[in-house]
């Protein structure tokens, strides 16, 4: 059923906000100092071109230790993303939901562009997985929060 999702997504104007976070993570890479903010870009770029059965997880809570982007510099690199290049990402992504809920056929399409919106906003220190990895990686810290209690 994702793939039949992904497919009408990326033909229904998916491609564009896709074609968006492109654009900005080339930007990025033009100045040598913003090579990870293009690295991220890259990797939301993709699952903006197809999101369905993928989610967005902090890499922290996937792999149970925090690195440089999950940090206190991942904070400060998502500041300065947001200034130069997270609004204008969540306002494409704002205003396709917006087109999409107009028609009722769209409202799911609408729902995953207000997801996109959210990450595009900070998206440092984030990864992209399949559902289920997700799924098991917050079960995962469940119980070993749960431990710690015991």
Known sequence: MSAIGNLIWFLFGGVFMGLAWCFF???AFISIIGIPWGRACFVMAGFSFFPFGKEAIYRDELTRSE???TGS???IGNVLWFIFAGFWLALGHVMSAVACFV???GIP???QHLKLAAISIA???QTI???EVAAAARRANGEVEA???R
Do not use: C, E, H, Y
């Open 25 to 27: 993570g080339i930007l």
């Open 67 to 69: 690195d440089i982007g």
């Open 73 to 75: 510099l991942g904070f």
């Open 103 to 105: 028609t009722i056929i």
């Open 109 to 111: 399409f609408a729902i």
């Open 123 to 125: 998206p440092i220190g």
């Open 129 to 131: 997985v399949d559902k």
């Open 147 to 149: 431990s710690k209690w």
